[in-house]
């Protein structure tokens, strides 16, 4: 009788441990965003975090034909120094993407102001991410390499 008992309690108590599971699971969805990695830390940024605003600026392609786009997004700088990750000129900075595409920047790009930004729109339009919903692009304002523009950004690795 007794190890009847204690086969039902483990039986209860795996079911509420699956029921407990799932609901956390359901309730702790990760927020869409980046990760800034630095020699001692990883930050999570969630897209919805980011004091956007406006900027627009022009780009050229590889055939020399230039386009003007407004965006809304933050600097780069600014997003870094919100959580805590000092940039300076000598810094090497690769901005990856959920496909494994990469840029390389410098410190001194980054703190030039106005120049390096994440944009989470673009004329107007959500950028997504490569599964859909809201995702972002690098944006090198003023760089004759569109190559570096990346798109469906997730990390930023500061070293």
Do not use: C
Not at 65 to 77: D, F, I, N, V
Request: charged share 30%; no cysteine.
């Amino acid at each position: 009788m007794q190890k009847k008992i204690i086969a039902v309690l483990i039986a209860v108590l795996v079911i509420a441990a699956g029921i407990l599971a799932l609901v956390n699971r359901e309730n702790s969805e990760d927020k869409p965003g980046m990760i800034i990695m630095t020699v001692d830390k990883e930050i999570s940024v969630a897209w919805d975090d980011i004091d956007a605003q406006a900027f627009e600026g022009d780009f050229v392609n590889g055939e020399g034909e230039t386009s003007h786009h407004e965006y809304t997004g933050a600097e780069l700088r600014v997003i870094l120094t919100d959580k805590g990750v000092e940039i300076t000129d000598d810094n090497q900075v690769t901005v990856t993407a959920e496909d494994d595409y990469s840029a390389d920047l410098t410190g001194s790009e980054i703190l030039e102001a106005g120049k390096v930004y994440v944009a989470l729109t673009e004329d107007g339009e959500m950028i997504e991410g490569i599964k859909g919903g809201q995702g972002a692009q690098l944006i090198v304002l003023g760089d004759p390499d569109r190559k570096r523009a990346v798109r469906y950004l997730n990390t930023v690795t500061v070293k």
